[in-house]
T-cell receptor, first 115, second 109 residues
């Protein structure tokens, strides 16, 4: 069974631009969650989608948005990029909505550099 | 919020057991303890999780104290490929993970 696939693997953008990242979950998984990882802040939750609906959102500005398609693939968009948005963006999938007893399967991430 | 405290780094000799401690003194009764690890430039990998009983799988064992305020992840025979950052996680709530700064485990030959 294929794992979680994130594309692209690396991305370089300049300030003010926008970017779209893609995540394909494991087949049959309907929950996709997104995380930002930086050396200073560690790994922080962005949002979770299940059955095309956003279930939860972390403490990030509205420039960060996402969506999920009927095939459970998800995209994350960041508009008006800032230098501080440089990070590894990870997505994770699970069969059901994230609960206290649900394992997450992570992709390898998209490394975004904002110049 | 139940958050975790881990030592920033640990060393372990190849072939020996690696014991990684985690403090989660504010954990609530229905929060599970999860362990993930992250090898450089890859996404976190699930290792094991538990609620109050000790757990074992093909990768590791998880020992949770009776008061649930701390736990230990045990890698019984560490190899060089086990060198990674290990995260001890408790659920912030039903929907979110809180990842701390983790423990960098260095397995040495």
């Amino acid at each position: 069974k294929a794992g979680v696939t994130q594309t692209p693997r690396y991305l370089i953008k300049t300030r003010g631009q926008q970017v779209t990242l893609s995540c394909s979950p494991i087949s049959g998984h309907r929950s996709v969650s997104w995380y930002q990882q930086t050396p200073g802040q560690g790994l922080q939750f962005l949002f979770e989608y299940f059955s095309e609906t956003q279930r939860n959102k972390g403490n990030f500005p509205g420039r960060f948005s996402g969506r999920q398609f009927s095939n459970s693939r998800s995209e994350m968009n960041v508009s008006t990029l800032e230098l501080g948005d440089s990070a590894l963006y990870l997505c994770a999938s699970s069969p059901r909505p994230i609960t206290t007893n649900e394992k997450l399967f992570f992709g390898s991430g998209t490394q975004l550099s904002v110049l | 919020d139940a958050k975790t405290t881990q030592p920033p780094s640990m060393d372990c000799a190849e072939g020996r057991a690696a014991n990684l401690p985690c403090n989660h003194s504010t954990i609530s009764g229905n929060e599970y303890v999860y362990w993930y690890r992250q090898i450089h430039s890859q996404g976190p990998q699930y290792i094991i999780h538990g609620l109050k009983n000790n757990e074992t799988n093909e990768m590791a064992s998880l020992i949770i104290t009776e008061d649930r305020k701390s736990s230990t992840l045990i890698l019984p025979h560490a190899t060089l490929r086990d060198t990674a950052v290990y995260y001890c996680i408790v659920r912030e709530n039903f929907n979110k993970f809180y990842f701390g700064s983790g423990t960098k485990l260095n397995v040495k030959p």
